[in-house]
C-alpha cells in the first residue's frame, strides 16, 4: 500500500520570503510520480509541480522546486518569494499506475498562508 | 489543456432524497474517472473509479448501494447520492486522468459542496 504523509498542517510565511513544504511517503514500487498540488480557497485542484521518481533531477517551476531524496523517500515543495496567491492548501500526491489507469495517493495537505 | 467540468457546484437537499453530481471530460475521452470526497480541511480521499462501459470499483467501506455510479460515456460519469443523510454532506471531486498511457496528469473537477438537510 501507498501513503504519504504530510506532518505540516498549517505553515505560515511573510510575502516575499521563501517556504518548504515537508512529504514522505512509503511505497514498494520503483516506477512512480510524485506530485504537488495546490488548492485555493475556490477549492479547485491545481497542478504545481511534478517529479519522476527516475529522474534523479529535482524539478522546478518558476518560483516552485522540489527537494526529492529517492531513498529517504521525501519530496518537499520550496516555494520562492512567496505572494499573496500561494495562500491555499498543498496537497502532496503518490502516483502509480493501475489497471485502470494511474491511481493518485494524496497527502493530509498543509494550509499555508502568506502574510502581506 | 484537458478540462474536467463537474457540475452541480453546490446543492442543497433534504434528508431522503437522491442527488446526481455529473463529471464531464470536455475535450479529452476518458476511460476511467475517479471519485473523491473531502471533508472540511481534510485530504481526498478516494471513494470509487468510474470504468466506462463496466462496473464501478468501490474503497473499501463505501457503500456501493448509497453512492451509485453510472460510466455511460467516454465523458461523463455520474455520482448519485441515494437517500442522502446530513452525515452525507461534504466536498466531492472528480478527476480524470490525462488521455494516453503514459501521461501522468490528472484533470480535476471543480468540486461539488453538497448540503444535506
Known amino acids: 500500500a501507498q501513503t504519504v504523509t504530510q506532518s505540516q498542517p498549517e505553515m505560515s510565511v511573510q510575502e516575499a520570503e521563501t517556504v518548504t513544504l515537508s512529504c514522505t511517503y512509503d511505497?514498494?514500487?520503483?516506477?512512480?510520480?510524485l506530485f504537488w498540488y495546490k488548492q485555493p480557497p475556490s477549492r479547485q485542484m491545481i497542478l504545481v509541480i511534478r517529479q519522476e521518481a527516475y529522474k534523479q533531477q529535482n524539478a522546478t517551476e518558476n518560483r516552485f522546486s522540489v527537494n526529492f531524496q529517492k531513498a529517504a523517500k521525501s519530496f518537499s515543495l520550496k516555494i520562492s518569494d512567496s505572494q499573496l496567491g500561494d495562500t491555499a492548501m498543498y496537497f502532496c500526491a503518490f502516483m502509480k499506475w493501475g489497471n485502470t489507469g494511474n491511481q493518485f495517493y494524496f497527502g493530509t495537505g498543509t494550509s499555508l498562508t502568506v502574510i502581506p | 489543456g484537458a478540462v474536467v467540468s463537474q457540475h452541480p457546484s453546490r446543492v442543497i437537499c433534504k434528508s431522503g432524497t437522491s442527488v446526481k453530481i455529473e463529471c464531464r471530460s470536455l475535450d479529452f475521452q476518458a476511460t476511467t474517472m475517479f471519485w473523491y470526497r473531502q471533508f472540511p480541511k481534510q485530504s481526498l480521499m478516494l471513494m470509487a473509479t468510474?470504468?466506462?462501459?463496466?462496473?464501478?470499483?468501490?474503497e473499501q467501506g463505501v457503500e456501493k448501494d448509497k453512492f451509485l455510479i453510472n460510466h455511460a460515456s467516454l465523458t461523463l460519469s455520474t455520482l448519485t447520492v441515494t437517500s442522502a443523510h446530513p452525515e452525507d454532506s461534504s466536498f466531492y471531486i472528480c478527476?480524470?486522468?490525462?488521455?494516453?498511457?503514459?501521461?501522468?496528469?490528472?484533470?480535476f473537477g471543480q468540486g461539488t459542496r453538497l448540503t444535506v438537510v
Open positions: 468510474s470504468n466506462e462501459g463496466s462496473k464501478a470499483t468501490y
Open positions: 478527476s480524470a486522468p490525462a488521455p494516453g498511457w503514459y501521461d501522468t496528469e490528472a484533470f
Open positions: 511505497t514498494s514500487e520503483n516506477n512512480y510520480y
